[in-house]
């Protein structure tokens, strides 16, 4: 089952790597950090592997840097090979073998700098990944005083920050975000036009190499292009074989007219199985009430009207009312993707998708007209580790059995 962790970003349009790498170089951040080591040559450091203070402030004067940053471009050159220290000192490095290679690890250095205070904001370093994601998730950039209302509403309900730290921030955060966005822009990562911001071209492909890392869904626009040229049965098929993402599907809902893309999806879920229903029930909500009328027309489909029905329903447009029996025949038709998809069912966690009390729902899985009633019922019965649950499994099986 899907990782609830995992969070899904739209496709973006990467920029040529030739084109990243040409970029890079001419990064303030990176062009220092070259200068540092060319100026380093081979020289004594202190038992941190850093430069000695007199070396440090001889740097900072003869090169015209920022004295608050030269941890960071001294880091930046030695993770980077510009700069190898062993215990006789530093000494110039074997260079950079792959500068894409480099780029990513610079963004990291910067951003393990966090914890140090990187930005001179608390706050600011507290959420800047999430930062960097929703300016990666907005392709046009967004609005500074936007981020800050976006950091406020982040703090106080993650970190539960009190209403008194929250009046603070509102007077101080604008101010420390528009520092922070100058140490960024420094940093190759952002470009500030007045109160706009966006990620540069490197950015955009050091954010995306971040958030799959982290394991998120992070998909570039060549790799979902493909998906949206295919038929809805080629789209379902994919997603489940995991080689297409739900910002594939985003991408190909945005190809089509809704109620023509509504019809496709509904074609595919009445027709199929309860995994293929299941992933194109998830796609089909994605679309608002201008695939009303398609949707229906899915009233009549003996496997589909009753996620017609909740769709209409949840979207406050007239629909047929559902009773007990189809909320069970609803829980039979989502436990029984768990056998098409083949998927490990020997935790309980893989049978909260439904969110309901199973053992009150059980005896009238037995009764409702699914086909695979019971094989979900035997699945259960074998699989469930509440012992009650996997007992009265068993036992409504035995009696859906011996039913005409």
Excluded at 121 to 138: G, K, N
Excluded at 159 to 184: I, Y
Aim: hydrophobic share 45%.
């Amino acid at each position: 089952m899907a990782d609830s962790d995992v969070l899904t970003f739209p496709p973006v349009e990467l920029a040529p790597e030739e084109e990243i790498v040409r970029v890079v170089r001419t990064v303030p951040l990176v062009r220092d950090a070259e200068r540092l080591a060319a100026w380093t040559g081979e020289r004594e450091v202190d038992e941190h592997g850093l430069l000695t203070d007199g070396d440090a402030a001889a740097a900072v004067g003869e090169l015209g840097l920022e004295a608050s940053r030269l941890r960071l471009l001294w880091v930046v050159a030695v993770n980077g090979r510009l700069v190898e220290v062993t215990r006789h000192g530093a000494r110039p490095g074997p260079g950079v073998p792959d500068p894409l290679e480099f780029w990513d690890g610079v963004v990291m250095d910067v951003l393990d700098r966090t914890e140090e205070g990187l930005t001179g904001s608390a706050v600011v370093d507290e959420h800047l990944t999430e930062i960097l994601a929703t300016i990666y998730s907005v392709k046009e950039g967004m609005p500074l005083a936007a981020l800050a209302g976006g950091i406020l509403q982040a703090h106080e309900i993650g970190c539960e920050a009190r209403q008194p730290e929250l009046r603070r921030l509102r007077m101080t955060l604008p101010a420390e975000l528009a520092e922070a966005m100058r140490l960024l822009e420094y940093c190759g990562l952002i470009e500030v036009s007045g109160d706009f911001v966006r990620l540069t071209g490197p950015g955009v492909w050091a954010v995306r190499r971040d958030l799959l890392r982290e394991g998120h869904d992070a998909p570039s626009l060549r790799e979902v292009a493909a998906f949206a040229q295919q038929g809805a049965a080629e789209l379902i098929d994919a997603m489940l074989a995991g080689k297409a993402s739900a910002s594939a599907a985003t991408l190909w809902l945005e190809r089509r007219m809704p109620e023509d893309a509504a019809r496709e999806l509904i074609k595919i879920a009445a027709s199929g199985n309860a995994a293929q229903r299941g992933t194109a029930g998830t796609v089909l909500e994605e679309l608002g009430p201008e695939a009303e009328q398609a949707v229906r027309e899915a009233l009549d489909e003996p496997m589909m009207w009753r996620y017609a029905a909740a769709w209409l329903g949840v979207r406050d447009l007239e629909a047929p009312a559902l009773g007990e029996g189809d909320g069970a025949w609803v829980a039979v038709d989502t436990l029984a993707a768990l056998l098409y998809l083949g998927a490990p069912v020997d935790s309980v966690a893989h049978f909260d998708i439904l969110g309901e009390d199973l053992l009150t729902l059980v005896p009238d899985m037995g009764r409702v007209d699914h086909p695979d009633a019971l094989a979900v019922l035997e699945l259960l019965g074998r699989h469930h580790p509440d012992p009650l649950i996997a007992k009265t499994a068993r036992k409504t099986a035995m009696k859906a059995r011996s039913r005409p």
